[in-house]
C-alpha cells in the first residue's frame, strides 16, 4: 500500500478528523501569512506573503494537485521559491516552515518529501542568522524539532491508518468467511436432511410395502383359483407395487447430488479429481480402482460409502501430508468394501476423540457403517499411513 494514500484525499474518502486536521492547516497558513505581511518592514515584505498566500490558496483548490504526484512536486516547488524569496524579506516567514513540512509529508512521497523537510529547516535555520540574529542552541533546535514533530505526527498517523485498514480488511473477510460458513452449514444440513429423509423411506415405508407385497403374493398362492378375494388380493399386490415404486422414486430424488447423475463409482471417482487438479504438490494424487462385479447398492448404502469416502479423503487433505492415496470399491459376493489408503503421516486411532463440532470424523464414519449393519476400521500408526476401511453387507435380493 501507498503510505501517503493514508493522507492523501484523493485515495480515500476525508473523514471528520481529516476535514478538521485540513482545514488546520490552512488556518495556520492564513494567520501565519497575515502575521508575516503585518510585521514585514517593507511593502515589498508585505507584497510576497500576499503572493505566497495566492500561490498557497491556488494550490489548495486545484484537483490535479491533490490527483497528481507530479501537479504536487510543481505546486510545492512554486510556493517554496516564494516562500524562500519571502524568507529573505523578513525573518517572520520562518514561521511558515511548520506547515510546510505538514504539506512535504502529506503531498510527497517518502523519498522526496524528507529531503524536503530537511531543505525547509536549514533553509529557516540559515535565514535566522542571516537576518542578524545571534548563533544560540535554540536558532537551530527550534526548526529542526518543528521537522521532528512533524515527521513523526505524519509517520505515526500512516501508521495507525495501515493497523486500522488491516482490521478492516480482516473484519470484512470475517463477515465474508461467516456468511460463507452459514451458507456451507445450510447446505450441508439440507444434504443431511435429504439423506434422512431418504433413509427413513427406505427404511420404513419401502421396507414395509416390500412386506406387504411379499404377503399379498403368499395369500395368492394359497387362495382357491376361483376365491372372490384373489381379484381383491390382486389389486391390493399391484397398488403395494405401484407405491413402492413410487417410495424408491422419492429416496432416488433425494439422494445426494454426486449420485444423481451417475453410480456410485463414478461418483467415487470425480471425488478423486478436485484432489489431484488443483496445482502441482497441492495435494496427494488420488487414484480410484473398482474390484469384482458390480451390484446395484441401495440408496442409503450408495450414500453412507460415498460419504465415508469423503470424509477419509478430506482427512487425507487436511492432515496427513500424504503425497498419494487410494480409493478401492471391492464386491465381493455377500459384501461390499470400501477402502481409503494414504502413505501420509499416519497417526494413533487409540487417541481419536469425538469432534467437538459433530463434524464427519472417524466416530461419524464408524456411526454411519454401523448403522447400516456394517463394519468400520481404521489402521494406522505415527509415520506409516493409514488405511480405512468399511465393509457393509449386500442386503437381500441385490444381483448383479
Known sequence: MDPRSSLHPARRPLTPALRALRLCLHLLMAGLL???????????????????????????????????????????????????????LTPEALWLAFPLYFLQLHLLPARWSLPAVALTAVAAILSYVGHGAALNPGVFIGPLLGAAVAVATVLGYQALYRESEHRRRLIEELIETRAELAAAERHAGTLAERERLAREIH?????????????????????????????HI?????????????????????????????SL???????CEPVTGVAPGAGPRVRFSMSGTPVELPTPYEVALLRIAQSALA??????????????????GASVTLDVVDDG??????????????????????????????????????????????SLPLPAGASA
Do not use: C, K
Request: net charge positive; aromatic share 4%.
Open 315 to 332: 482427512n487425507t487433505v487436511r492432515h496427513a501430508m500424504a503425497s498419494r492415496a487410494e480409493i478401492t470399491l471391492s464386491f465381493m
Open 34 to 88: 497575515v502575521l508575516a505581511a503585518v510585521r514585514a518592514h517593507s511593502a515589498s515584505g508585505t507584497a510576497m506573503a500576499v503572493v505566497t498566500g495566492a500561490v498557497y490558496a491556488a494550490g489548495s483548490s486545484l484537483p490535479s494537485v491533490r490527483n497528481s504526484q507530479r501537479a504536487a512536486a510543481v505546486w510545492l516547488t512554486a510556493l517554496g521559491l516564494s516562500w524562500l524569496v519571502l524568507l529573505f
Open 265 to 271: 463409482a463414478a461418483a467415487l471417482e470425480r471425488l
Open 203 to 231: 427404511d420404513t415405508l419401502a421396507q414395509g410395502l416390500s412386506s406387504i407385497q411379499l404377503l399379498l403374493r403368499a395369500a395368492e398362492r394359497v387362495l382357491p383359483p376361483d376365491s372372490p378375494a384373489a381379484g
Open 345 to 390: 503421516r499416519g497417526f494413533d486411532p487409540s487417541s481419536v476423540r469425538p469432534s467437538s463440532d459433530g463434524g464427519f470424523g472417524l466416530p461419524a464414519m464408524r456411526s454411519r457403517a454401523e448403522s447400516l449393519g456394517g463394519t468400520f476400521t481404521v489402521e494406522s500408526s505415527p509415520g506409516q499411513g493409514t488405511a480405512v476401511a468399511v
Open 234 to 262: 390382486g389389486r391390493a399386490r399391484e397398488a403395494a407395487q405401484d407405491n413402492l415404486a413410487e417410495a424408491r422414486r422419492f429416496v432416488r430424488a433425494l439422494s445426494p447430488p454426486d449420485l444423481e447423475h451417475g
